[in-house]
């Protein structure tokens, strides 16, 4: 079962969603997004084998410690059936609604999984970088999973595809519109 995330669909955005030949979200900006997690905690309560992914959830808006807890907590109530799918985002104005730079995504999300990595491996996990600095923390429960969590990496860049053999467990090429056009799209 997957998932996906838009916290926010900003009214009237100009960002072309790479996924269409539109370039708007399917379902306009009234669709409804739930958070990705909580279908997939209740979920986890009803069925005993089903694997519950996020796909992808937009990890460079979510502070690391939190989406260490979260998953390790899904994990743990679906007894290691978690997989978490990550993206860098798409949508610039979502990102700056979050009081975030968008043009700095790429480089939050790969801090990110560095962090979830620790989190979810030492007894007390400290990180220290650009865009997330902690520690020591003590940061439970633990992921059910030996190694964590699994990460897999979503996009339809070049820099997606990098980022999944750097730091992922797994890779799913979503095609873009025009991929070599927006092959910077996730630095």
Known sequence: MW????????????SPYPYSSSGKIPGGEDVSIPDPLLPLAFAAAVTKTIKLATGVLILPQRHPLYVAKETATLDQLSNGRAILGIGSGWLEEECTSLGLDFHTRGARTDEAIKSLRVLWSDAAASFHGKHFNF????CFPKPVQKGGVPIHIGGHSPAAAKRAGRYGDGFFPAPGRDSQAEGNCSR
């Open 3 to 14: 998932t996906v995330e838009h916290v926010v669909i900003p009214q009237d955005y100009k």
């Open 135 to 138: 520690g020591p923390v003590k």
